[in-house]
């Protein structure tokens, strides 16, 4: 498997989970995007939404290899 991310709780603060080291993985919340690049040893990412807000229930992931392709999206 490329990528697992924790169980979506509407109420969390933050989202994170573990796909290849160094791939980077985009959240959507709510609109936004947020890009982060997973550890480099371990493949762990993790987004927190701005000031403070809950994920809330509209949430995508996508994650890219380090060549830029889009590996996984949901």
Do not use: H
Request: glycine share 6%; charged share 25%; aromatic share 8%.
């Amino acid at each position: 498997s490329f990528s697992e991310a924790e169980q979506i709780l509407p109420n969390s603060k933050s989202i994170s989970g573990y796909t290849r080291p160094s791939y980077k993985v985009k959240v959507k919340i709510a609109g936004k995007t947020y890009v982060k690049k997973a550890s480099a040893v371990t493949g762990y990412w993790k987004v927190k939404p701005d000031n403070n807000k809950k994920i809330g229930t509209t949430v995508s992931v996508k994650v890219v290899n380090t060549k830029g392709k889009t590996v996984i999206e949901t």
